[in-house]
């Protein structure tokens, strides 16, 4: 379970394009934090977009499921 989540991560789970998240990033519309080039969302930023914690919490479980081979 990360305390942050990359664009590509939100974009493939809100079913949007990566650009559009970085640009509600840039915007101010999305929480982030820029990593030399690549934004970093905050894990309470990410509940917020996906519909709550127990939302963000299957989210998690999906994200563990493809990390392990």
């Known amino acids: 379970m990360g305390l942050y989540y990359t664009v590509e991560e939100l974009a493939r789970t ?6 559009a998240i970085r640009k509600r990033l840039r ?6 934090v820029r990593v030399g080039r690549t934004w970093r969302v905050p894990r309470e930023e990410a509940a917020r977009l996906l519909g709550g914690k127990e939302a963000l919490e ?4 999906m994200k ?3 990390a392990k081979p």
């Open 58 to 61: 299957a989210f998690d479980r």
């Open 64 to 66: 563990e499921k493809e």
């Open 14 to 19: 809100l079913k949007v394009s990566e650009e």
């Open 27 to 32: 915007g101010g519309e999305i929480r982030g």
